[in-house]
Every structure is written in C-alpha cells, then in structure tokens.
C-alpha cells in the first residue's frame, strides 16, 4: 500500500479514466455516507486539489455532513485493466447556487440540470492499494445522462428547486443540508 500528501501524474490519468468514484462523509455523529458519483462533474485543479459537481439526488448527505465535519474521502476503482484503488483524503468546502463564487466555478463544468452543490476538496493524503477483490466489470451506459439528468430537465429550475425542498433540505439523520440561503 502506497501512500503520499499529493497527486502524481500517474495518479491524475487514473482517476481521469475512471467513469464512476464514491464519495465518502460522515458528521460527527449518525451514519456514514458512501454515494456513487459520475458523468463530467470531477476536475482535478492540481495535484493537492479536486472539484466536483454535485448533482440532485435522492439525498443530501454529503452536504449535511460537511456543515459539521469536513472531511470527505473520494474512492476511485479500477473496473478493468490493472486493478488498483485509490483513495483521496481531505477536508473539503461547499458552493451553493446562491453564493457569489458559484458563477465561477460552475463555469468550468457542462450544463446540467438539477446541479447542486459544488465540492472543493483540499487534499490531505493519497493510498493507493492492490484492488485484487474488485470485479473485472464492462462499462454500457451512463444513467447520468439517459435518466438523472433529462428528469431534473424536464422538472424545471422551479420544479427541481420543489424537489429540493422536498428531498434534500436534511440529511436522514435530521442535519440541515444549506441547500437554501435561509437554511
């Protein structure tokens, strides 16, 4: 098991080739939250850094957790080829769509209806391990793109905004989320 404080090139095309990361957070107290995260919301700023795109979802976990505690890890797994996993450690921040840098930042990600929260993960350690136990799988489509998204789209800004506050104003242990500046 190799580890080190930062990203190296071979680590930075790793983690572009992968389709699919998890993101893992957990408040200081209740359940910890593993979500499967994909499509063209990960950019790697720098090898201490990485930013992504938080899409509408079910829940709001990871932002809740972060309000409280923020640390985050991302998981990345080699599904063919070498295996290999890599873990990402780190203490990361939130944008919501109401606050002033949001315009920035989501400037650098593709148009996506239902885009939430945008993730800035400082990076404080990197483990790369074997992956000798993750299955060989093939990749055949992105449900991002063919379900998530068209839903969100065919919602509206004002029916996605309805969802929000239906799903994702709290985290399943009752945590508020931020999810609207009145929060």
């Not at 580890?3 to 957990?26: D, E, H, W």
């Not at 919301?41 to 505690?69: K, P």
């Not at 991002?144 to 004002?158: K, R, V």
Request: net charge negative; glycine share 8%; charged share 25%.
């Amino acid at each position: 098991m190799a580890t080190g404080k930062k990203l190296n090139p071979s680590l930075i095309a790793f983690i572009q080739k992968q389709p699919l990361f998890f993101v893992g957070t957990a408040a200081p107290d209740g359940k910890v939250n593993i979500s499967p995260k994909g499509m063209d919301t990960l950019h790697i700023l720098d090898e201490s850094h990485i930013r992504w795109l938080n899409l509408s979802g079910s829940g709001n976990e990871t932002a809740a957790h972060l309000r409280l505690a923020a640390r985050m890890t991302l998981m990345f797994c080699a599904f063919d080829g070498e295996a290999k996993i890599l873990r990402v450690y780190g203490h990361s921040l939130v944008t919501h769509p109401y606050e002033a840098e949001w315009s920035d930042k989501i400037a650098k990600f593709p148009e996506l209806a239902g885009s939430r929260q945008i993730f800035d993960l400082t990076i404080d350690m990197v483990q790369v391990s074997c992956g000798s136990g993750v299955p060989v799988m093939r990749f055949e489509v992105n449900r991002g793109a063919e379900e998530l998204e068209p839903h969100f789209a065919a919602l509206g800004q004002e029916g996605v905004e309805a969802y929000w506050r239906k799903k994702n104003q709290r985290s399943i242990d009752g945590f508020p989320t931020g999810i609207f500046e009145d929060e």
